[in-house]
């Protein structure tokens, strides 16, 4: 059944209209500056610049959706990276063989699509034994005779770590046959001593990353000053929303290229401490070890450099800055080549066989549901096979590089440079960060941050009770690890022009179309025709950047809640459902000259739904088939009037 609200059809609608026209009683906009007694107070500084004023005094009180994760979900490396290699095997049901399937893409999706196929009930177990129409992967498994005197089962781990990995092992023996296990990697890394007694290195590890990181080349990663910190979320917000101010005065040149309205910066987080203190720990690391000077000798690759040539190194550093800035601990899930080196540094035959089995063709299925589950720090894995203790440089050989996180601005970076009250003429940049959470197996339903966003949330709450206590935050010196880019994001280099424009975004995705209004305000030619579709679950506590965007930001904002409970059957629940009901608008801006339509959020749900209202929308109004729609709005991508940013 179809649950869409319907297009309201109107004097505007084709085939009564043809020729989109403006719709009427839009309310005009004119400006002037904002008053005093109209300042709305904030605990931070707020980027200000001149207000709207309507001709009309009408407003909407309104509705919203699904808040997006600030960072994005991983896609998964090849969850099968041998099923393709694995001889076909077929079920005899009557001698006729059943036929394959084949089903790469489908156990190929990320966790989230994985649980989304299966429901929470069940696991890739299920999946798997479907993969090719008779279980190839399963049947490769001859089962032990658990009768038999000679049968020695596996010892299941007894410790917290591993009852938190929930693998579904089967009847495991000793001596059960693998076969197509993952060959040992390579190690693509040693330490030596430093070359000579007189050779310094000074490390500022929990402030600033190594400068052999090169995110940008040929420019450093700049630490920049944290000028403030505020939560934008109100208590009782299912997830919480911080917002920075970035100091990027003193940013070096890098030839000329600007911060630019609608921009992203990338922000280089590094492990929290308490991670890469357990990891040591984990790994019997001693503790003047950690922090000792060594060369660092690479074979191959970028690593640890980001993005820098492909070729050998050799560089001076720690342990502790390899672990805090170079490799992701918790984001990735674990792979063949990971198990198979813990395995090979397993003494404990129980562990050595279950890792075996987890790098073989019987193991498929259980490494399925394995790497399915939520991410798992690297520490939780090494501490549900206690006995595995592999060498740290074997072990940085098979991590993942920590790589940045993007976050795009949320202010217009002149209008802040120009705000009252700034000292010294600074300058800032601003962005929206929203904390992202994942099970914890350390406690029960206890969770843990993202790398990024539990990054960010640790500065901001160091700033938020420095502030509290009457503390001058300055001399905390908090600082972001950040650099520029090149600002050419799809928002940033489609966002200009006189034209009228249509801001969809949910969540987070709301942040860069703060930018975009503050820069409309500049200018009286341009402040005109700007709409607004904003989703959050709960007006009450979600709605980022209430009262921030103009003193009658109400005439230009439709605020859609997700958990609002319906009170009429053309009330929206989810911004998709708002882009229906304003279909006259949506017709216009996109056929007028120089419009655009703008969407920032989730691509899952949001992303997804908005694309799908808008191909009703030029059905609807104009009169086109579906397929007909879909190439409409395509054509309208290349030309820069519907811009996508989700993720």
């Not at 601990?329 to 198990?339: A, E, G, I, R």
């Not at 230009?556 to 997700?562: A, G, L, R, T």
Request: charged letters at 25%; hydrophobic letters at 35%.
């Amino acid at each position: 059944m179809d649950t869409h609200s319907p297009i309201p059809t109107t004097a505007t609608s084709h085939p009564d209209d043809p020729i989109p026209c403006e719709p009427r009683n839009v309310p005009e906009l004119t400006l002037k500056p904002s008053s005093p007694q109209q300042h709305i107070e904030h605990t931070s500084p707020q980027s200000l610049g001149e207000s709207m004023i309507w001709s009309n005094t009408s407003s909407d009180d309104s509705e919203a959706p699904l808040t997006p994760n600030t960072e994005p979900e991983r896609q998964m490396d090849e969850i099968v990276d041998k099923l393709q290699e694995l001889p076909a095997a077929t079920v005899n049901f009557n001698e006729q063989p059943r036929p394959r399937r084949a089903s790469t893409t489908l156990i190929s999706e990320n966790p989230s699509d994985i649980r989304r196929i299966l429901g929470d009930g069940e696991t890739a177990t299920q999946l798997i034994s479907q993969c090719c129409g008779g279980g190839c992967c399963l049947l490769k498994t001859l089962a032990p005779d658990t009768a038999s005197p000679n049968f020695l089962p596996v010892v299941i781990p007894d410790n917290k770590a591993f009852r938190s990995l929930n693998l579904k092992l089967g009847p495991l023996a000793l001596d059960s046959e693998l076969t197509d296990t993952t060959p040992l990697p390579p190690v693509n890394m040693s330490f030596d001593k430093l070359p000579t007694a007189e050779t310094k290195h000074v490390s500022r590890v929990h402030k600033e990353p190594p400068t052999y990181m090169k995110p940008h080349p040929p420019y450093d990663v700049y630490s920049a000053p944290l000028y403030h910190a505020r939560e934008l979320t109100k208590p009782g917000a299912e997830k919480r929303t911080f917002h920075f101010d970035i100091d990027v005065t003193d940013y070096p040149d890098e030839g000329g290229v600007e911060f630019k309205v609608g921009g992203a910066i990338g922000v280089c987080p590094p492990n929290s401490q308490d991670i890469v203190d357990e990891l040591f720990d984990v790994l019997c690391i001693p503790k003047f070890a950690r922090d000792k000077p060594v060369t660092l000798k690479t074979y191959t690759g970028r690593w640890p450099t980001i993005w820098g040539d492909e070729k050998a190194r050799e560089l001076v550093t720690t342990r502790r800055e390899l672990l805090t800035w170079c490799v992701d601990l918790q984001s990735f899930p674990p792979t063949k080549h990971l198990l198979r080196l813990m395995a090979e540094h397993a003494d404990a035959p129980n562990e050595k066989k279950i890792l075996m089995y987890l790098s073989s063709a019987q193991g498929q299925a259980a490494f399925c549901d394995l790497r399915t589950t939520s991410h798992l720090t690297i520490a939780q894995l090494l501490s549900a096979f206690p006995s595995s203790k592999p060498p740290l440089p074997a072990l940085l050989s098979n991590l993942n590089q920590l790589m940045p996180r993007f976050y795009s601005l949320s202010n217009d970076p002149h209008v802040s440079a120009a705000r009252p009250g700034l000292p010294g003429n600074r300058r800032l940049i601003e962005v929206a960060v929203t904390i992202h959470e994942s099970p914890d197996w350390h406690a029960e339903n206890g969770t843990r941050t993202g790398v990024g966003s539990g990054f960010m949330e640790r500065l901001a709450l160091q700033f938020i009770k420095a502030e509290k206590e009457g503390i001058d935050p300055g001399v905390l010196d908090l600082r972001v690890p950040m650099f520029r880019g090149l600002m050419s994001n799809p928002l940033s280099r489609q966002f200009g022009g006189d034209g009228p424009m249509v801001l969809i975004g949910a969540g987070v995705g709301m942040a860069p179309f703060r930018g975009f209004i503050l820069n409309r305000l500049k200018n009286a030619n341009c402040a005109n025709k700007i709409w607004l579709i904003q989703g959050v679950r709960d007006s009450m506590v979600d709605e980022l950047y209430s009262g921030e965007l103009g003193d009658h930001e109400r005439e230009i904002k439709k605020v859609v809640q997700s958990r609002k409970v319906k009170v009429g059957a053309s009330d929206a629940k989810y911004v998709q459902d708002e882009v229906r009901l304003q279909a006259d608008i949506v017709w216009f801006v996109v056929n007028a000259l120089d419009g655009r339509i703008f969407v920032c959020g989730s691509s899952k749900g949001m992303g997804e739904g908005v694309e799908q209202a808008l191909v009703d929308v030029a059905m609807q109004k104009g009169n086109l088939s579906e397929a007909e729609a879909h190439e409409f709005w395509n054509k309208k991508k290349e030309d820069g009037q519907y811009i996508a940013e989700t993720w």
